[in-house]
Nanobody, 122 residues
Framework: QVQLVESGGGLVQAGGSLRLSCAAS????????WAWFRQAPGKEREFVAR????????DHADSVKGRFTISRDNAKNAMYLEMNSLKPEDTAVYFC???????????????WGQGTQVTVSS
């Protein structure tokens, strides 16, 4: 059983930056693919970025490409999302997820964190 805990969310002005972290414990989290999803009020959860177990493959949604960067540190059992040039439409609860299969679908991930709120003011 893998437990995931996100941190680093907050309130930031448009154009600002935030760095989200996801800490894993339990199980062999290093063997899993990890991903970030987000959910804005009244909207479905959407894919943001994913990274394979080694960190050698990353994939970002078009809406964040060039602004967000996913990374992981298996030695620390941690994953990160560096977010730059933030926009009001990036406002959402951000979730980290882990699973054996890496896809853009939330259904592929077995383990989820509780989420961290990111609010971008205009």
């Amino acid at each position: 059983q893998v437990q995931l805990v996100e941190s680093g969310g907050g309130l930031v002005q448009a154009g600002g930056s935030l760095r989200l972290s996801c800490a894993a414990s339990g199980g062999t989290s290093g063997a899993y693919a990890w991903a970030w999803f987000r959910q804005a009020p009244g909207k479905e959860r959407e894919f943001v970025a994913r990274i394979n177990w080694s960190g050698g493959y990353v994939d970002h949604a078009d809406s964040v490409k060039g602004r967000f960067t996913i990374s992981r540190d298996n030695a620390k059992n941690a994953m990160y999302l560096e977010m730059n040039s933030l926009k009001p439409e990036d406002t959402a609860v951000y979730f980290c997820a882990a699973g054996r299969v890496s896809t853009r679908s939330a259904a592929s991930y077995n383990y989820w964190g509780q989420g961290t709120q990111v609010t971008v003011s205009s």
